[in-house]
């Protein structure tokens, strides 16, 4: 229980402008509402004054058709409330809408002072400088690169890039596939005939 009434309530979304404008299309609805049953009466006695006038009672199909000229000057005065109201509730709208741009521009001038305070000028012109001396180097090699390339050198270039590109290897030299030739068996005794010939001459020089 004691966490039930301790909990703190959260505030409220509903501003003061959320509550006007409530309560200005509450009475623009009323008044509509209004409007409506005053023009279904005055259509009822507009009727009513037709059919005394024929039962030829003309005093009293006058005092009604005076009543409803009183109506429906009530009923013009009626739209003009309503018009009033709404171009009320527009006006708050709008304004809700000009204080949340506001808003935005301080929030985002605010974020625009901590940037400039993380972010010297001098810090700005140093990188701008860093990023032109880059630039400068980059021409440089490129130039030197463009001054010491044949055509030829181009061209073979141009054709490593575009198969890097298509994801093909550069080409190589094929690898042959003949078979290597055996060595006669006359080739192979040959060399131990020379070490046997040269095997006494050895051991003479050792004697």
Same mark, same amino acid.
């Not at 005076?66 to 429906?72: L, N, S, T």
């Given at each position: ?12 979304? @509903?501003?003061?402008q959320d ?20 023009t279904?009466?005055l259509?009822?006695e507009r009727?009513l004054?037709?059919?005394?006038? #024929?039962?030829?009672?003309?005093? #009293? ?10 109506q ?16 009320? @509730? ?6 809700q809408?000009?204080? #949340?741009?506001?808003?935005?521009? #301080? ?16 810090? @700005? ?11 400068e ?8 690169l /463009?001054?010491?390339l044949?055509?030829?050198d181009?061209?073979? @270039?141009?054709?490593?890039?575009e198969?890097?590109?298509?994801g ?17 068996? /006359? ?6 005939k ?14």
């Amino acid at each position: 229980m004691g966490n039930v009434f301790g909990r703190k309530s959260r505030p409220s979304r @509903v501003t003061e402008q959320d509550k006007a404008i409530l309560q200005l299309k509450q009475q623009r609805d009323k008044l509509k509402q209004y409007q409506k049953r005053i023009t279904l009466q005055l259509e009822k006695e507009r009727l009513l004054a037709k059919q005394l006038l #024929k039962d030829g009672r003309k005093e #009293k199909a006058l005092l009604l058709l005076k009543k409803k000229r009183y109506q429906d000057q009530l009923l013009d005065k009626t739209e003009n409330q309503i018009s009033n109201l709404e171009r009320m @509730v527009q006006d708050i709208e709008f304004i809700q809408i000009e204080m #949340k741009l506001i808003e935005g521009l #301080k929030i985002g001038n605010d974020c625009l002072k901590s940037m400039h305070e993380v972010m010297s000028i001098e810090d @700005v012109e140093r990188i701008m400088d860093e990023t032109q001396e880059a630039i400068e180097y980059q021409r440089q090699i490129d130039e030197m690169l /463009a001054g010491s390339l044949t055509e030829e050198d181009e061209d073979a @270039v141009l054709a490593e890039l575009e198969a890097i590109t298509q994801g093909e290897d550069v080409a190589l030299p094929d690898v042959p596939t003949e078979p290597i030739p055996e060595v006669p068996e /006359a080739a192979k005794a040959e060399p131990e005939k020379k070490q046997a010939k040269n095997k006494p001459d050895r051991e003479m020089l050792a004697a």
